[in-house]
C-alpha cells in the first residue's frame, strides 16, 4: 500500500463520515469498496469526478475498487436531495449511457491489469432482473422496518407538509434497492465499504444494517462532502448548463475556462480535491498565489492539471492557444490549428454573418465583403479609415491594403473568416 487512504483524504478536506472502525479495516488488508454512479445520461460530468477519484485514490492505496453504474436504480430514482422524482428511462436509453459511463471510467480506474487490486464495473441489473417483487420483499424487505427508513433525512424531508410533490412508493423503497446492492456485493465480490456524497449517508447505512441482519456480515460506510462554490451555489453548473467529461458535449476549451475562472478561495479548495498534486505542492502554490493573486498561477495550474487528466496534454495546450486568441496573443497560425468545436467554442456569442461561398471562390475586394456582404462596418468610409489606422485583421494578420481580394483561400476549417476591428471587436463570416 502506498499510502493511507483515509488520512489522503483527511488532508484534502474529503473526508465527511466514517462509520467506526473503516479506518482500521483498511489498515489491516486489501479491501473492496464500491461506489455508484447514475447512469442519466451518457456521459458524467465534473460533479461525478469527485467520487470518481476517490476511487482511483483508492485503487492508488493498493485497495480494489468496484464501480457500480446503477441499471436497476436508473430506472426507479434516488430522493436523496431531490425535491421531485426523476423521470424513469427505457432500456435502450439505459444501455446508451451505461456504455459512455464504463468507457469514460476506464480513463481513470485500472480495469485491464493483471493486479489483485485491478477496478471491476458491474450493473447492478444484473443481479436485480433476476429478483421477483415478492422474493425482494421476503428476502430484503422484513429485516429493515418502516420506522428506520422513515427516520432518514432523505425520506424526512420529503414527507414535509410543506413539500407537495411527496413520495411514491417506488422512490420510499430506494434505499432498500440499494442497500441490497451493497449486501450482494458484500456476499458475491466480498466488498466491505461502500463510499460516496454525504447525501448518500442513508442509503448507504441502510446498506450495512441489512448485511448486519442478514448475515451477520462486517460493512463499513466512508463519504465525503458534497463540492459546493465558496458562495454556496451549485458546483459544476454554468449558465449553459453541465460541465461534461465528454469532450463532444463541453470542449475542452470550455472545459479549461471552467476551472481557470474559478475564484481564489474555490481553487484553493478544488486544487486538494481534483488534482494529484502532493500537500508539499499545494501549499507552496496556495502560498505563491496568495503573494501574487493577480497571476492566477493557482488556477492556471489546477485547469492544466484536471484537463490533462481528463482530456489529454494535447487537448490542455490547443485550449490554452486559444485562449490567448481573444487576448490578442493568437496567431493565424494557431487559428488554423484549432478543430472546429474549439473555434466555435473561443467565438461564441461573437455577431456572425453569413456570406456566399460562391463570391468568394470568385473573389471579393475586402472593403466590399465587409461593407456590403457583410454589414461588419456600418459604411465603406470608416472601413477605409480603420485599414489605413491599421485597426483590421482578417485571420488575426493585419490588413493594410484596401484593394485585397478575400478568397475562399482565407476559410478557416473550408468555412470561416474570422474578422477583429480594434483590439476586441471579433466577427464571424460564415462561408454557405
Same mark, same amino acid.
Given at each position: 500500500?502506498?499510502?493511507?487512504?483515509? $488520512?489522503?483524504?483527511?488532508?484534502?478536506?474529503?473526508?465527511?463520515?466514517?462509520?467506526?472502525?473503516?479506518?482500521?479495516?483498511?489498515?489491516?488488508?486489501?479491501? +473492496?469498496?464500491?461506489?455508484?454512479?447514475?447512469?442519466?445520461?451518457?456521459?458524467?460530468?465534473?460533479?461525478?469526478?469527485?467520487?470518481?477519484? #476517490?476511487?482511483?485514490? %483508492?485503487?492508488?492505496?493498493?485497495?480494489?475498487?468496484?464501480?457500480?453504474?446503477?441499471?436497476?436504480?436508473?430506472?426507479?430514482?434516488?430522493?436523496?436531495?431531490?425535491? &421531485?422524482?426523476?423521470?424513469?428511462?427505457?432500456?435502450?436509453?439505459?444501455?446508451?449511457?451505461?456504455?459512455?459511463?464504463?468507457?469514460?471510467?476506464?480513463?481513470?480506474?485500472?480495469?485491464?491489469?493483471?493486479?489483485?487490486?485491478?477496478?471491476?464495473?458491474?450493473?447492478?441489473?444484473?443481479?436485480?432482473? &433476476?429478483?421477483?417483487?415478492?422474493?425482494?420483499?421476503?428476502?430484503?424487505?422484513?429485516?429493515?422496518?418502516? =420506522?428506520?427508513?422513515?427516520?432518514?433525512?432523505?425520506?424526512?424531508?420529503?414527507? @414535509?407538509?410543506?413539500?407537495?410533490?411527496?413520495?411514491?412508493?417506488?422512490?420510499?423503497?430506494?434505499?432498500?434497492?440499494?442497500?441490497?446492492?451493497?449486501?450482494?456485493?458484500?456476499? =458475491?465480490?466480498?466488498?466491505?465499504?461502500?463510499?460516496?456524497?454525504?447525501? &448518500?449517508?442513508?442509503?448507504?447505512?441502510?446498506? +450495512?444494517?441489512?448485511?448486519?441482519?442478514?448475515?451477520?456480515?462486517?460493512?463499513?460506510?466512508?463519504?465525503?462532502?458534497?463540492?459546493?462554490?465558496?458562495?454556496?451555489?451549485?458546483?459544476?453548473?454554468?449558465?449553459?448548463?453541465?460541465?461534461?467529461?465528454?469532450?463532444?458535449?463541453?470542449?475542452?476549451?470550455?472545459?479549461?475556462?471552467?476551472?481557470?475562472? +474559478?475564484? @481564489?478561495?474555490?481553487?484553493?479548495?478544488?486544487?486538494?480535491?481534483?488534482?494529484?498534486?502532493?500537500?508539499?505542492?499545494?501549499?507552496?502554490?496556495?502560498?505563491?498565489?496568495? $503573494?501574487?493573486?493577480?497571476?492566477?498561477? #493557482? &488556477?492556471?495550474?489546477?485547469?492544466?492539471?484536471?484537463?490533462?487528466?481528463?482530456?489529454?496534454?494535447?487537448?490542455?495546450?490547443?485550449?490554452?492557444?486559444?485562449?490567448?486568441?481573444?487576448?490578442?496573443?493568437?496567431?493565424?497560425?494557431?487559428?488554423?490549428?484549432?478543430?472546429?468545436?474549439?473555434?466555435?467554442?473561443?467565438?461564441?456569442?461573437?455577431?456572425?454573418?453569413?456570406?456566399?461561398?460562391?463570391?468568394?471562390?470568385?473573389?471579393?475586394?475586402?472593403?466590399?465583403?465587409?461593407?456590403?456582404?457583410?454589414?461588419?462596418?456600418?459604411?465603406?468610409?470608416?472601413?477605409?479609415?480603420?485599414?489605413?489606422?491599421?485597426?483590421?485583421?482578417?485571420?488575426? @494578420?493585419?490588413?493594410?491594403?484596401?484593394? #485585397?481580394?478575400? =478568397?475562399?483561400?482565407?476559410?478557416?476549417?473550408?468555412?470561416?473568416?474570422?474578422?477583429?476591428?480594434?483590439?476586441?471587436?471579433? %466577427?464571424?463570416?460564415?462561408?454557405?
Amino acid at each position: 500500500m502506498t499510502m493511507n487512504f483515509v $488520512e489522503e483524504l483527511r488532508w484534502r478536506g474529503m473526508l465527511h463520515d466514517m462509520m467506526p472502525g473503516t479506518e482500521e479495516q483498511l489498515q489491516k488488508e486489501m479491501t +473492496t469498496a464500491y461506489v455508484g454512479f447514475d447512469p442519466t445520461a451518457e456521459s458524467l460530468h465534473i460533479g461525478s469526478l469527485a467520487p470518481i477519484l #476517490l476511487l482511483k485514490r %483508492f485503487q492508488m492505496a493498493g485497495h480494489k475498487p468496484l464501480a457500480l453504474v446503477g441499471g436497476a436504480t436508473g430506472m426507479i430514482g434516488d430522493p436523496s436531495g431531490k425535491s &421531485q422524482e426523476r423521470n424513469l428511462l427505457n432500456e435502450e436509453t439505459l444501455q446508451r449511457n451505461l456504455d459512455g459511463i464504463r468507457k469514460q471510467l476506464a480513463k481513470f480506474l485500472d480495469f485491464e491489469s493483471e493486479a489483485e487490486n485491478k477496478a471491476v464495473m458491474v450493473n447492478n441489473y444484473d443481479w436485480m432482473k &433476476q429478483l421477483s417483487f415478492l422474493d425482494f420483499i421476503r428476502d430484503v424487505g422484513k429485516h429493515i422496518t418502516v =420506522n428506520y427508513m422513515m427516520a432518514k433525512d432523505s425520506v424526512k424531508k420529503r414527507f @414535509d407538509p410543506d413539500s407537495k410533490a411527496g413520495m411514491s412508493f417506488t422512490e420510499f423503497t430506494y434505499q432498500l434497492v440499494q442497500g441490497y446492492d451493497f449486501y450482494w456485493l458484500n456476499q =458475491n465480490m466480498n466488498c466491505k465499504l461502500q463510499m460516496g456524497g454525504s447525501d &448518500q449517508w442513508g442509503n448507504i447505512t441502510t446498506g +450495512t444494517e441489512l448485511i448486519r441482519r442478514k448475515s451477520d456480515g462486517e460493512a463499513f460506510a466512508l463519504t465525503i462532502p458534497l463540492i459546493k462554490k465558496a458562495d454556496g451555489t451549485k458546483f459544476g453548473k454554468t449558465e449553459s448548463g453541465n460541465v461534461w467529461l465528454d469532450p463532444k458535449l463541453t470542449s475542452p476549451y470550455k472545459f479549461y475556462q471552467f476551472w481557470l475562472n +474559478t475564484t @481564489d478561495e474555490d481553487a484553493e479548495n478544488y486544487i486538494r480535491i481534483f488534482t494529484f498534486l502532493s500537500q508539499e505542492e499545494i501549499n507552496a502554490l496556495i502560498d505563491a498565489h496568495r $503573494e501574487a493573486p493577480h497571476q492566477r498561477e #493557482l &488556477q492556471k495550474k489546477l485547469a492544466e492539471e484536471v484537463t490533462v487528466m481528463v482530456h489529454s496534454r494535447e487537448d490542455y495546450e490547443m485550449a490554452v492557444e486559444a485562449s490567448q486568441i481573444l487576448f490578442g496573443r493568437g496567431t493565424a497560425e494557431v487559428l488554423r490549428k484549432l478543430d472546429e468545436s474549439t473555434f466555435l467554442s473561443v467565438f461564441e456569442g461573437v455577431p456572425q454573418f453569413t456570406v456566399a461561398k460562391a463570391d468568394l471562390a470568385a473573389g471579393v475586394n475586402v472593403v466590399d465583403l465587409l461593407a456590403d456582404h457583410a454589414a461588419v462596418f456600418p459604411s465603406k468610409g470608416e472601413l477605409r479609415r480603420t485599414i489605413k489606422g491599421n485597426g483590421l485583421s482578417i485571420n488575426k @494578420d493585419k490588413i493594410t491594403d484596401q484593394e #485585397l481580394t478575400v =478568397n475562399d483561400d482565407f476559410l478557416i476549417g473550408g468555412k470561416y473568416i474570422l474578422v477583429q476591428k480594434g483590439k476586441k471587436n471579433y %466577427f464571424l463570416l460564415i462561408a454557405e
